[in-house]
């Protein structure tokens, strides 16, 4: 009898790993999982539920980890964990003027032989990289031509110049956008939400500093048929700083409010954000402001969330609801852009792009990858 129960356990033993090898490894491996994942310091701190798993820590001594498991039993993968540097912010929606310094050299005219064009971007002149006009000056020194990598419409392109034609050159660029948040421990700030586009040219550049003012809103273009609107907004003449900007990429421009700034005083709803495995289609509202003074949240709806492992631009896409801004804007326009997202009491990103076919909707990206 003895020997009966040993078999009979023996054969429901092998029984039940073959179940698991037929049914719960092929389910198992089933389930995409990143290599990466991004936490609020808080939720790193409680091992938060990435469902359908539960997580459990497993760091070392420079990196943070998270064990993924299915149904808390089953290890799926090791996770790294990309732990944002905040759990609050203050939640903007004013409008701010960007004066910053272009991470190139960009030319403002076609020269005679049409080997630069207006809009094209600078890089290196002889392989030695310049980031502004001072470093083109100096590298062209006693030089008749050069060899040059420049950009043009997002393609790298390399050419000999002679030097002997007319060009026309700046490193600085101006524009307004919205604030998107400020860190409180810090000051530190993020706005505009998308890449700076330069106001002469058109051609969207990286910053590599420059200030942040205060501007005046003066009046709204509304949108008319394909002709997007724009919210007309200035730097104020001879406005003191409000902060630096330490860098613009393709996620908008990010830099520091001085103690006393106006803006950082204007600045005062706090909120904790939410990164982006907690936003959902369905009802958000959008905080912008449309005078410069006063800022208002008005009705949106996330009609789509898109899955995205790594930093990527339209992450969401959004739908203006609020008959209020329809009637004031005719939709989504210029000068909105980096405009706080809230859903469920959250800041869940910042509105991007508008959509030139329908200027109610529009694109928005989320608040963890423009915190980085």
């Given at each position: 009898?003895?020997?009966?129960?040993?078999?009979?356990?023996?054969?429901?033993?092998m029984?039940?790993?073959?179940?698991?090898?037929?049914?719960?490894?092929?389910?198992?491996?089933?389930?995409?999982?990143?290599?990466?994942?991004?936490l609020?310091?808080?939720?790193?701190?409680?091992?938060?539920?990435?469902?359908p798993?539960?997580?459990?820590?497993?760091?070392?001594?420079?990196?943070?980890?998270?064990?993924?498991?299915?149904?808390?039993?089953?290890?799926?993968?090791?996770?790294?964990?990309?732990?944002?540097?905040?759990?609050?912010?203050?939640?903007?929606?004013?409008?701010?003027?960007?004066c910053?310094?272009?991470?190139?050299?960009?030319?403002?005219?076609?020269?005679?032989?049409?080997?630069?064009?207006?809009?094209?971007l600078?890089?290196?002149?002889?392989?030695?990289?310049?980031?502004?006009?001072?470093d083109?000056?100096?590298?062209?020194?006693?030089?008749?031509?050069?060899?040059?990598t420049?950009?043009?419409?997002?393609?790298?392109?390399?050419?000999?110049?002679?030097?002997?034609?007319?060009?026309?050159?700046?490193?600085?660029?101006?524009?307004?956008?919205?604030?998107?948040?400020?860190?409180?421990?810090?000051?530190?700030?993020?706005?505009?939400?998308?890449?700076?586009?330069?106001?002469e040219?058109?051609?969207?550049?990286?910053?590599?500093g420059?200030?942040?003012?205060?501007?005046s809103t003066?009046?709204?273009?509304?949108t008319?048929?394909?002709?997007?609107?724009?919210?007309?907004?200035?730097?104020?003449?001879?406005?003191?700083p409000q902060?630096?900007?330490?860098?613009?990429?393709n996620?908008?421009v990010?830099?520091?409010?001085?103690?006393?700034?106006?803006?950082?005083?204007?600045?005062?709803?706090?909120?904790?954000?939410?990164?982006?495995y907690?936003?959902?289609?369905?009802?958000?509202?959008?905080?912008?402001?449309?005078?410069?003074?006063?800022?208002?949240?008005?009705?949106?709806?996330?009609?789509?969330?898109?899955?995205?492992?790594?930093?990527?631009n339209?992450?969401?896409?959004?739908?203006?609801?609020?008959?209020?801004?329809?009637?004031?804007?005719?939709?989504?326009?210029?000068g909105?852009?980096?405009?706080?997202?809230i859903?469920?009491?959250?800041?869940?990103?910042?509105?991007?792009?508008?959509?030139?076919?329908?200027?109610?909707?529009?694109?928005?990206?989320y608040?963890?990858?423009?915190?980085?």
């Amino acid at each position: 009898m003895k020997n009966l129960h040993f078999w009979r356990g023996i054969i429901g033993a092998m029984l039940a790993f073959g179940i698991y090898i037929l049914l719960v490894v092929p389910f198992v491996h089933g389930i995409t999982t990143p290599d990466t994942i991004t936490l609020t310091p808080s939720e790193y701190a409680a091992r938060a539920d990435v469902a359908p798993s539960t997580v459990t820590g497993n760091d070392t001594d420079t990196e943070k980890y998270i064990t993924v498991k299915l149904l808390g039993l089953i290890p799926i993968k090791k996770v790294l964990v990309d732990i944002l540097p905040f759990d609050t912010v203050l939640v903007g929606g004013t409008p701010i003027g960007i004066c910053g310094q272009i991470d190139g050299v960009l030319v403002t005219n076609d020269t005679a032989d049409h080997v630069l064009q207006k809009g094209d971007l600078i890089k290196t002149v002889d392989g030695i990289t310049v980031q502004s006009c001072a470093d083109f000056t100096a590298a062209i020194a006693s030089k008749t031509a050069v060899e040059i990598t420049f950009i043009r419409n997002g393609t790298t392109l390399k050419r000999h110049l002679n030097l002997d034609e007319t060009l026309s050159l700046r490193d600085t660029t101006n524009g307004v956008g919205m604030l998107t948040f400020v860190n409180p421990e810090n000051n530190q700030f993020s706005a505009l939400g998308h890449q700076m586009a330069d106001f002469e040219t058109g051609t969207s550049v990286n910053l590599r500093g420059g200030a942040v003012h205060t501007v005046s809103t003066y009046g709204i273009i509304k949108t008319q048929g394909k002709q997007t609107g724009v919210l007309q907004s200035s730097v104020q003449p001879n406005s003191s700083p409000q902060g630096s900007i330490t860098h613009g990429n393709n996620f908008g421009v990010t830099g520091c409010l001085t103690a006393d700034s106006e803006i950082l005083h204007a600045t005062d709803t706090t909120m904790p954000v939410a990164t982006r495995y907690y936003v959902h289609p369905g009802k958000a509202t959008l905080r912008t402001s449309l005078d410069g003074t006063t800022v208002e949240e008005f009705d949106c709806e996330i009609l789509k969330t898109r899955y995205q492992e790594r930093r990527r631009n339209k992450s969401m896409v959004i739908r203006i609801t609020d008959p209020r801004l329809i009637d004031a804007t005719g939709g989504i326009i210029h000068g909105m852009s980096g405009s706080p997202i809230i859903q469920d009491g959250h800041l869940v990103g910042a509105l991007t792009h508008a959509l030139t076919h329908d200027p109610a909707k529009g694109y928005a990206l989320y608040i963890d990858f423009i915190a980085h």
